[in-house]
């Protein structure tokens, strides 16, 4: 596999398009961490890292959903980096999802974290993903 971080967006994306409850994914600390980050912003429900007989573990993720209209939290999913042609951005040229609504997920020199948070601990770094 050449692109794990588009593999995982794209389960993704086909989970919430079948209206999976809990979705397993192979897992690697670059898709620990975009999963924390999806976590703490309120775009999935839960998560839970488990390790398996090959030793690289499996994510399991509780994808969420508004009660009354049956939609999912996350309504789009793009990659921005990839092997081909990778994204960087300064701190203070970070890209700005929906005017602030969505969320692009950054990896920096202090972590993978979130563009407002990218902005305020004044680092840059390659930009892997808009949500919203």
Same mark, same amino acid.
């Given at each position: 596999?050449t =692109?794990p971080i588009?593999d995982?967006?794209?389960?993704?994306?086909?989970?919430? &398009?079948?209206?999976h409850r /809990?979705?397993d994914?192979p897992?690697s600390?670059?898709k &620990?961490?975009i999963?924390?980050v999806?976590?703490?912003k309120? $775009?999935? %429900?839960? $998560?839970k890292f488990?390790?398996? &007989?090959?030793?690289?573990?499996?994510? &399991?993720?509780?994808?969420?959903?508004?009660?009354e209209?049956n939609k999912p939290a !996350?309504?789009? %999913?793009? *990659?921005?980096?990839?092997?081909?042609l990778?994204k $960087?951005a300064?701190?203070?040229?970070m890209p700005? +999802?929906?005017?602030g %609504?969505? /969320?692009? !997920?950054?990896?920096t020199?202090?972590?993978?974290v979130? =563009?407002?948070?990218? *902005?305020?601990?004044n680092?840059?770094?390659? /930009?892997?993903?808009y +949500?919203?």
């Amino acid at each position: 596999m050449t =692109d794990p971080i588009a593999d995982y967006l794209t389960r993704l994306r086909n989970a919430l &398009k079948a209206r999976h409850r /809990v979705l397993d994914i192979p897992s690697s600390n670059i898709k &620990k961490e975009i999963t924390k980050v999806l976590r703490d912003k309120g $775009y999935i %429900l839960n $998560y839970k890292f488990e390790d398996t &007989k090959n030793h690289q573990g499996n994510i &399991k993720i509780a994808l969420k959903y508004n009660p009354e209209t049956n939609k999912p939290a !996350i309504m789009h %999913l793009e *990659r921005a980096s990839r092997p081909g042609l990778r994204k $960087y951005a300064q701190a203070d040229a970070m890209p700005r +999802v929906l005017n602030g %609504l969505g /969320v692009a !997920i950054v990896s920096t020199s202090k972590g993978v974290v979130t =563009d407002k948070e990218a *902005r305020d601990m004044n680092v840059g770094g390659e /930009v892997l993903c808009y +949500v919203y």
